[in-house]
């Protein structure tokens, strides 16, 4: 069974450039997440979908990050204008919400963003 | 604030030796799961425990939930550098079959040397 796929695994801009990241999650899990990773640190939520539909994006600066899951399997995260603060690891995870299930997350294996 | 405090932060050890890294919060969390990170890859699923007290044993690894569900410890026999990595804790709230976020710890980053 295929993983999660991110793509690319790299990329260089410089400040105000516009950027796109794509993630395929596990097929039929119908929960996607985008998370932001700081060098050393834990992943932090930005926007969690369930199928097509984004049940929590308290967290996504919306002045310039963007989402969309438009037919609730592969998603897009954008940033425009990116800044030299974002750069950091971009992961995207997918889970199976199922009764009995907590929730266990499958990661792929995140975009390196760099700002210049 | 920080909800899931992970400690150490950092921990070098050689080979063979024994280790445990804490996971702590003041609050209640309905699951907890310990995960591993290698350089360059996300994250990678090692337990869930979901019950006060529980113990679950994977291998060398033995892995802990506080009876309060407040807290956790993971524990490794005989390290091997194979086990290199940020190991991340992450506490679920979801009940009843509603699942919400998993709020992360920042994780301790572990080094084995041969």
Same mark, same amino acid.
């Given at each position: 069974e295929a993983g999660v796929v991110q793509s690319p695994?790299?990329?260089?801009?410089?400040k105000k450039q516009p950027v796109a990241f794509w993630c395929n999650p596990i097929s039929g899990h119908n929960t996607l997440y985008?998370?932001?990773?700081?060098l050393g640190q834990g992943p932090e939520l930005l926007i969690r979908y369930e199928n097509e539909e984004a049940v929590d994006d308290?967290?996504?600066?919306?002045d310039r990050f963007s989402a969309e899951r438009l037919k609730g399997v592969d998603s897009t995260l954008k940033i425009q204008p990116a800044e030299l603060g974002d750069s950091a690891v971009y992961l995207c995870a997918s889970s199976l919400r199922a009764t009995g299930s907590y929730n266990e997350q499958f990661f792929?294996?995140?975009?390196r963003l760099t700002v210049l | 604030t920080q909800l899931l405090k992970q400690s150490p932060q950092f921990l070098s050890i050689q080979e063979g030796e024994n280790l445990t890294v804490y996971c702590n919060s003041s609050s209640v969390f309905s699951s907890l799961q310990w995960y591993r990170q290698e350089p360059g890859e996300g994250p990678v699923l090692?337990?869930?425990?979901?019950?006060?007290?529980?113990?679950?044993?994977?291998?060398r690894l +033995?892995?802990?939930?506080g009876d309060a569900r407040k807290d956790s410890s993971l524990h490794i +026999?005989?390290?091997?550098?194979?086990? +290199?990595?940020?190991?991340?804790?992450?506490?679920?709230r979801g009940w009843g079959g509603s699942q919400?976020?998993?709020?992360f710890g920042k994780g301790t980053k572990l080094s084995v040397k041969p």
């Open positions: 695994r790299y990329k260089i801009i410089e985008w998370y932001l990773q700081n308290s967290q996504l600066p919306k792929g294996p995140g975009t | 090692l337990v869930t425990v979901v019950t006060g007290g529980e113990v679950k044993k994977l291998k +033995t892995f802990q939930f +026999t005989a390290a091997q550098p194979g086990d +290199t990595g940020l190991y991340l804790c992450a506490g679920g919400g976020n998993l709020i």
